[in-house]
């Protein structure tokens, strides 16, 4: 760990599992709740506008109900002492990383809190039932939607997130299946680069194989161990 001085970290829908937050593709996960196709797509969103806001205000309000956990509030920590370049490219779109005090977070497909307006395209911090038509607090509108990335739209500050794996000297996968793209690529963007690669993972993931080194476990008892492992490296020099 030691000639380490830029890390990306990338992480998915099990760095909040122990938040009590559901996953989408582990056993009872969203999307064995619901079809994708009826509840995260711009055509769901034309075809039944109420049921897709319905699923993301429900999604909002288990989310607000909920705390971070030990993996969260270590990234944060991480995030606070780490002295190089940083960056916590999240696919989640709820803001336990933020509430844990991290602060160099990117949501690549969005966040639960936003609302997108498709009149006036400003996003705001959105509290209420987006299902009751509220008002767009900039043109006056009803055409909120929710400010997350459905399937088929472009992941949000792409080339962010490629500027930071080109400078990386780590990149660091926690709590996602790798089921889906662009994230899924990133590992190997990485080992192209010549970035050293590690898995934090339940188990293994598709792309596990893709990594030089992977643990699986709980991210609660794993992601913590880790950020003590490369901040005690700091001292090394
Ligand atoms: N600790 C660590 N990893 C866990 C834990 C845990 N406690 N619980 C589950 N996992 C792992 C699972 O093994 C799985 O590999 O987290 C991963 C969750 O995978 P998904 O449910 O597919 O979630 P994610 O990878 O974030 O999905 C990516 O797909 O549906 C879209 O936009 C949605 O952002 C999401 C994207």
Request: with cysteine; charged share 25%.
């Given at each position: 760990?030691?000639?380490?001085?830029?890390?990306?970290?990338?992480?998915?829908?099990?760095?909040?599992?122990?938040?009590?937050?559901?996953?989408?593709?582990?056993?009872?996960?969203?999307?064995?709740?619901?079809?994708?196709?009826?509840?995260?797509?711009?055509?769901?969103?034309?075809?039944?506008?109420?049921?897709?806001?319905?699923?993301?205000?429900?999604?909002?309000?288990?989310?607000?109900?909920?705390?971070?956990?030990?993996?969260?509030?270590?990234?944060?920590?991480?995030?606070?002492?780490?002295?190089?370049?940083?960056?916590?490219?999240?696919?989640?779109?709820?803001?336990?990383?933020?509430?844990?005090?991290?602060?160099?977070?990117?949501?690549?497909?969005?966040?639960?809190?936003?609302?997108?307006?498709?009149?006036?395209?400003?996003?705001?911090?959105?509290?209420?039932?987006?299902?009751?038509?509220?008002?767009?607090p900039a043109c006056g509108e009803k055409a909120l939607r929710p400010d997350v990335v459905w399937f088929g739209e472009m992941p949000y500050r792409m080339e962010e997130i490629y500027e930071a794996l080109r400078k990386a000297d780590l990149f660091v996968s926690i709590g996602t299946s790798g089921a889906v793209y662009p994230a899924a690529g990133f590992v190997r963007q990485a080992r192209q680069l010549g970035v050293a690669t590690l898995e934090l993972n339940l188990g293994p993931s598709q792309g596990t194989l893709w990594f030089e080194e992977a643990r699986h476990g709980p991210a609660t008892e794993l992601v913590p161990a880790w950020v003590d492992q490369v901040l005690a490296a700091i001292g090394e020099g």
């Open positions: 760990m030691k000639d380490i001085r830029n890390i990306v970290i990338l992480t998915g829908a099990g760095v909040s599992a122990e938040s009590g937050i559901d996953t989408f593709r582990s056993e009872g996960g969203l999307w064995e709740q619901h079809r994708v196709e009826d509840v995260a797509t711009p055509e769901a969103f034309m075809r039944d506008p109420d049921l897709v806001l319905r699923f993301y205000d429900m999604r909002r309000e288990a989310i607000q109900t909920k705390q971070p956990n030990a993996a969260h509030h270590a990234l944060a920590r991480l995030d606070a002492e780490w002295p190089g370049d940083l960056l916590i490219v999240t696919q989640n779109v709820d803001d336990l990383h933020e509430r844990a005090g991290a602060r160099r977070v990117l949501h690549m497909h969005g966040e639960h809190l936003l609302a997108w307006c498709t009149a006036c395209d400003v996003r705001s911090l959105w509290v209420g039932a987006l299902l009751q038509r509220p008002a767009c």
